[in-house]
């Protein structure tokens, strides 16, 4: 038999058994023999607290042996016939409660019931055989409970009453209610704050709960301030870009990521409090079981928490455009790629025709004058087209460059780029491009019949 907490006594029941009481030394027992025996039962039970015995005027009667059994009528107070609705269950202190004192303040409530009503409580008629024995010697009598299953059988139907009262009792709680709201936090939270964030969850709990009415109630709620934690996190995303050029246009994903990725305590942030309106939907649906905890889980887990009316959460998307546009305002952009044209200069001087083979990418050839990263003239010419420009007379370092994402004409391809330039037959460095008077040139890149070495070289342009 399980055995659980007996809200009429307020202790654990403990099944000590019945044991054997001796009383006088008279020709025959007498009925306060009997009265004692139960009594001493009751003592010994704390869940048959309260039981008590009906008139015992000629219960004895008819028994002129030495050792016989006899029916006695008792009382014991019946908690299935108690109105749950007229025991109040205060709300426990602490705002944020957890199931046990949701059992604790089911148990004061009906403790102080019984303790009010003491003198008008039902009660409900049962019978215990009680078995009296004469010794032989002395002639003194003494009893005990005839049949312990007996016993057993009247405890199991109390325990199985006084839990039923305490479910009932429970189920129409303010603190069950409060219980609820509390582990179902995780459902509703997002709403409230803007983030379901198990961190913010950690981080959060209830200040004030008091109802309203059809099972509303209003709820505030101290948690991390959404909107403080991403000023925070988004200054540090610019900052962790650091003071060098950032290639392209930060995008919403990448800056997301990047606040993301950014070590902002939330026990240390700043908090804030938003009050708030729910619905508590109690579900009955819940596990058979004669462990008052348990029950309390069990409702916990199948009901549902709705929340009715609510602030707007902060409006983080435009705290974080607000730093990305801080990192973008140093962004290098990215640009479509101009046609085949001239790009600087190259109006004047000696005429140069390029030719870029069609199996080519799109090139990007600037003229840098030699020992320098001055740029002269620099054109763009597309796969498989020719382009004719002028270099004006001197010495030039030529590169040519490709790749998928283009800056300009004073970032080229960028970082990413892949950069060339003719070298010397030994390859180890740049050959000295001499441009005079009286000559014209053709250039062929990716063309068959070319014979110039080239090698790769590093971007020369503005990084």
């Keep these: 038999m ?36 139960i009594a001493q039962v009751e003592a010994a039970h704390p869940v048959l607290s309260g039981m008590k015995t009906k008139d015992l005027t000629g219960i ?14 008792i009382q014991y107070p019946d908690a299935s016939a108690i109105d749950p ?36 409580l039902p009660y409900r008629d049962a019978s215990l055989k009680v078995h009296l024995i004469k010794d032989a010697e002395t002639g003194s009598w003494s009893g005990e409970v005839a049949h312990l299953s007996d016993l057993d059988a009247l405890e199991d139907e109390i325990e199985v009453a006084n839990f039923n009262l305490a479910y009932r009792v429970t189920k129409a709680s303010l603190p069950l209610r409060q219980f609820i709201v509390t582990e179902k936090l995780d459902t509703f939270i997002e709403q409230v704050t803007g983030t379901a964030d198990q961190s913010f969850i950690e981080n959060s709990r209830i200040t004030a709960f008091a109802p309203l009415a059809d099972d509303q109630f209003t709820v505030t709620l101290e948690h991390p ?41 939330l026990e240390q942030a700043t908090t804030a409090e938003t009050t708030f309106t729910v619905r508590v939907e109690v579900n009955d649906a819940v596990a058979e079981t004669d462990v008052l905890l348990d029950a309390i889980s069990g409702i916990a887990e199948a009901s549902y928490v709705y929340v009715v009316e609510s602030p707007p959460v902060p409006d983080t998307d435009s705290i974080l455009e607000k730093y990305r546009a801080q990192v973008n305002e140093r962004a290098i952009k990215a640009q479509k790629e101009p046609g085949t044209k001239r790009l600087k200069a190259g109006t004047s001087g000696r005429q140069i025709t390029l030719k870029v083979g069609k199996y080519y990418p799109n090139l990007h050839i600037t003229f840098f004058k030699w020992g320098t990263e001055k740029q002269v003239v620099s054109v763009f010419v597309h796969s498989g087209k020719t382009f004719t420009f002028r270099v004006p007379n001197g010495s030039y370092r030529m590169v040519y460059a490709s ?6 004409k004073k970032y080229s391809f960028g970082p990413n780029g892949n950069y060339s330039e003719f070298s010397e037959s030994s390859g180890t ?21 070319g014979t110039l070495p080239s090698r790769s070289t590093d971007n020369p342009y503005e990084e």
């Design 403 to 408: 790749g998928s994402t283009w800056y300009g």
């Design 225 to 265: 301030d959404l909107a403080a934690y991403y000023e925070a996190a988004g200054a540090k995303a610019v900052e962790s870009y650091g003071t060098g050029k950032i290639w392209g246009e930060v995008s919403k994903e990448s800056f997301k990521t990047r606040v993301d990725e950014q070590s902002v305590s």
């Design 60 to 73: 004895l009667d008819g028994y002129d042996y030495d050792n016989f059994s006899v029916p006695v009528p």
């Design 429 to 449: 460095k740049a050959m000295k491009i001499q441009i005079k008077s009286n000559y014209s040139y053709t250039i062929s890149l990716g063309v068959a019949g």
């Design 2 to 37: 399980n055995q659980i907490r007996r809200p009429l006594a307020g202790i654990l029941a403990m099944l000590l058994g019945a044991s054997l009481l001796s009383g006088c030394a008279a020709a025959g027992p007498d009925t306060q023999l009997v009265s004692d025996v």
């Design 85 to 120: 609705a007229k025991i109040i269950v205060e709300t426990p202190s602490e705002t944020t409660i957890d199931r046990l004192a949701v059992q604790e303040a089911t148990y004061a409530g009906i403790d102080f019931y019984i303790g009010l009503n003491a003198d008008t």
